[in-house]
């Protein structure tokens, strides 16, 4: 296999940086962000490949709310470049080929083959070969190894860490993809990055050589770094857990089998109006089945919520059954939503019709809301991943991976339980998300109070039953 940039002595320094000795390895670090190191030869101009890099992250790097005013001097602000094509700066959205972090929830690490922004420019309107990773956070003062393989006659697009896969292309696209010719040279100059050796090659390897070329490069201070990473990336050594135990003597709040429609009376429907149907299998939510359309004017009726009318205070338990019938889809189960003084915003307010994403991040509502099943174009769907987020502060409160995929076409089992600050989320027994809000660390109060929700976004088709909500 023909390789390329063995070492860092097969990158040119342009401006200020410095030699470093990490953990044994050698490393360059960019010193402004006026300096960047060039690779001038790479397989990114042929139509498979694979790009390896060797970085050291100098601060924790995690997921945290956009500060559009940190963009003031160089466009970027907390935006991480690990690999551009782009000479004249930072900026990847003007590149053709880019490798980021971003700390935005739900798109960490973006791999883009085209120009334009990652959302929506990749999806529409046309389709562009990119990956998503996720992942809730890097460490400081270890080595990663990043792996990126293409094949893009086959659409095979592939991200790994450390050797264990962390994204791939989407896997249920319904359009083809293109990508635009890439730049001459490989462009590494984040001041929070020490880059150590670069290589590429000139076809793809498989997971086994990933994971054995890590393997026989990796520091020793690796090891509990890497467990962590495993569970992070494919929920492997997840706990079972039951959720409904220490719920028993709750008061029952809501009961509801959802196969009768006089049983719509509890709820509110906000969106798509011909989204529900009831019969004897219970509620079934299904949106149109289009390509996802992200820059809809006006009130969005392709999209929907369901709320309760009734709010729940204190503890909380929510389980019921879900069961997915198509491939492509989002389902969101929002536990808590409140105005922000803790009011009932259905009640107070005039109903609102639109059933896009606005009422969750553009919108006056408090609330938690967990993607608990995401294969839409914009996040990672090769995986079952999750994230919880709480709104408007837009803090990801937890994030994981399930080790098992869901079952479509038969019944699943969606718990939520919160018990003060203390929340965890457990789909089929295994628990997915656990985390704590904290309500003095600068994203407001934890929530106690609100009602329940649950949304589906475009192309979704589901069943739900047997809904069972408890306070304590």
Known sequence: MNTIAPSLDSLIAHGKAEALNLQGREALRCLSTHTYLELTEHQLTQTQGHL?????????????????????????????????????????????????????????????????????????????FMIEGWIEGLHADH?????????????????????????RSNQHARRAASWDPIGPSLFLRSPQIAYGSLQSF????????????????APEENALLDRELLRALT?????????????????????????????????????????????????????????????????????????????????????????????????????RASGMQGEHFLEDYPLRQDGSMKSIHSSDIRMYHWEFFREMDDVRNDVPSHAIVKWPWEIVMAGGIASSPFRFGEWNRIEFVQRGPHFKGAVNGELVLEGRDDAHSGKGPTLHSGVMGIRCMIRTDVRLRNLDIRTG
């Open 52 to 128: 390896t890099l060797w970085f050291h992250p100098m601060e924790d790097l995690s997921q945290h709310p956009i500060i559009w005013r940190s963009m003031e001097s160089n466009g970027i602000g907390h935006t991480v470049p690990l690999i551009t094509d782009r000479r004249e700066d930072a900026q990847p959205d003007p590149a053709n080929f880019a490798v980021t972090w971003q700390p935005s929830w739900g798109h960490p690490f973006v791999v883009k083959y085209a120009k334009g922004r990652h959302f929506p420019d990749m999806h529409w309107p046309e389709r562009k």
């Open 143 to 167: 080595w990663y190894r990043l792996d990126v393989a293409w094949d893009h006659e086959r659409s095979y697009h592939a991200l790994f860490l450390n050797g264990i896969l962390a994204g």
């Open 202 to 217: 000139s076809a793809p390897m498989d997971e086994e050589e990933i994971a054995r070329a890590y393997a026989a490069e």
């Open 235 to 335: 929920g492997e050594g997840n706990p079972q857990e039951d959720l409904r135990l220490g719920t028993e003597e709750w008061q029952k709040a809501l009961k509801l089998d959802l196969c009768d429609p006089a049983q719509a009376e509890h709820f509110i429907l906000q969106g798509c109006p011909e989204a529900l149907s009831w019969d004897a299998e219970g509620l079934r939510i299904r949106t149109p089945q289009e390509e996802p359309f992200h820059k809809r004017e006006g009130n969005d009726l392709k999209q929907m919520y369901l709320w309760s009318r009734e709010m729940f205070q204190g503890d909380l338990y929510i389980a019921y059954e879900f069961m997915p019938l198509e491939h492509g889809g989002l389902s969101i189960l929002i536990p």
